[in-house]
């Protein structure tokens, strides 16, 4: 079974390679539901910042229709206001003046998205389907979404997540537009077991780092973290002959005027996608091809597989240190292990077939700004791949 797909096995191939790398975030809101920033303001904050992609994923709603909010009391956010309407305009910004308070006719992505992608930037129409079960939130995100999909409900924390995946895959089947769920931060409340992912059918991305501060992606001492979490439902993937589960970095950013441990800041986790072009379709065929990686900050020159091995060389970042983890498991394995640690910038390991899979971590020793948790390196992830 085959994950990460960058077979770049020859000269000429390598030569004759246009794809390129480019940067997303796919897990963001705005004051289409909780977030504290208006669309226009959160997307050039990330294309000012060198990012190609964001997904708008606000809960349960698209950016379209008429919506009106109330800004906050406050001088943080009043002032973000005006900073909004200076930067805008009055003939952009439509709002009013009701018994001293502001209220402001949001944008839709209709209106906003030609202002951004006229300028190389993409803007994917998104979800985040927030559901529950037994008072248990059960978030799953829809990308590249053309009509809202509702919570669908079920009778299980599995159900809830089954009845959702199928429902984005349906209106992908139905409008034969690439589109693709994902599974949000399992730990959020700690509401999703291994179990309930092993169970599920068509799913293929989840998230293995979520920003937000309360998402527990570490585990505590008693239940694992996300990471651990990925490992098992890989093995089990693999004894059911299921495709591999992906792994996503996102910011899940809200708080966009105050910063630090206790806020969901934007710039805390992103994917690298290595496409043909920036564009939904490529960008899905890529991510589903295996063909990208999830990072906090550690950036990547090259994954690829060649001779039978996996290699990785990374954009070294001068006076930062990197250690490139090659983890993976064999058949008889409960869990995973680390096959080969080297402390270097590029770095390989065969791909034997005693491996059910192996997945590269590069920890930098430059410590994360505005991390998730205090002290947090920054990391890299690559996709599962096997022989």
């Known amino acids: 079974m085959f994950g990460l797909v960058l077979l770049l096995v020859s000269c000429a191939e390598q030569e004759s390679d246009n794809r390129k790398w480019y940067k997303g975030n796919l897990h963001t809101h705005s004051y289409w539901s909780d977030g504290d920033e208006f669309p226009e303001m959160v997307m050039d904050w990330y294309k000012t910042r060198d990012y190609d992609f964001v997904a708008l994923t606000d809960h349960n709603i698209l950016a379209e229709g008429e919506k009106w909010i109330t800004v906050r009391k406050g001088r943080i956010y009043e002032d973000a206001f005006q900073k909004y309407l200076d930067k805008y305009g009055e003939q952009w910004v439509t709002y009013k003046n009701d018994t001293g308070r502001i209220q402001v006719k949001l944008k839709t992505y209709a209106e906003y998205k030609t202002m951004f992608e006229d300028e190389g930037f993409l803007i994917i129409q998104s979800e985040e ?163 990208f990686y999830a990072t906090t900050g550690v950036i990547l020159d090259e994954v690829k597989i060649a001779l039978d091995a996996l290699h990785v060389k990374v954009n070294e970042e001068p006076g930062v240190k990197y250690e490139i983890r090659f983890i993976g498991a064999t058949a008889q394995d409960q869990n995973t292990r680390v096959l080969k640690s080297v402390n270097a910038t590029n770095a390989s390991i065969e791909l034997l077939d005693s491996y059910i899979f192996v997945r590269a971590k590069i920890i930098s020793d430059k410590v994360q700004e505005n991390p998730f948790q205090d002290g947090d390196f920054e990391t890299a992830w690559t996709q599962p791949v096997g022989k």
């Open 129 to 291: 389907i927030s559901d529950k079960f037994d008072g248990k939130p059960v978030h799953m995100n829809a990308t590249n979404l053309k009509t809202l999909i509702t919570p669908q409900g079920g009778e299980s924390v599995t159900q809830v997540m089954q009845r959702n995946v199928d429902a984005v895959l349906q209106q992908r089947e139905s409008t034969g537009i690439p589109m693709f769920p994902h599974l949000n931060h399992p730990n959020f409340h700690y509401a999703v077991t291994i179990q309930d992912i092993i169970d599920l059918r068509g799913e293929r991305f989840f998230e293995v780092y979520n920003g937000h501060p309360q998402v527990h992606n570490y585990g505590d001492s008693t239940r694992p973290g996300t990471e651990y979490m990925w490992d098992m439902i890989n093995i089990a993937y693999h004894r059911k002959n299921q495709p591999f589960l992906y792994g996503l970095a996102t910011d899940d950013s809200h708080n966009y005027h105050l910063f630090g441990g206790e806020y969901s800041n934007a710039g805390r986790g992103w994917v690298m996608v290595l496409a043909d072009s920036l564009s939904p379709a490529s960008l899905i065929q890529a991510m589903e091809a295996g063909n």
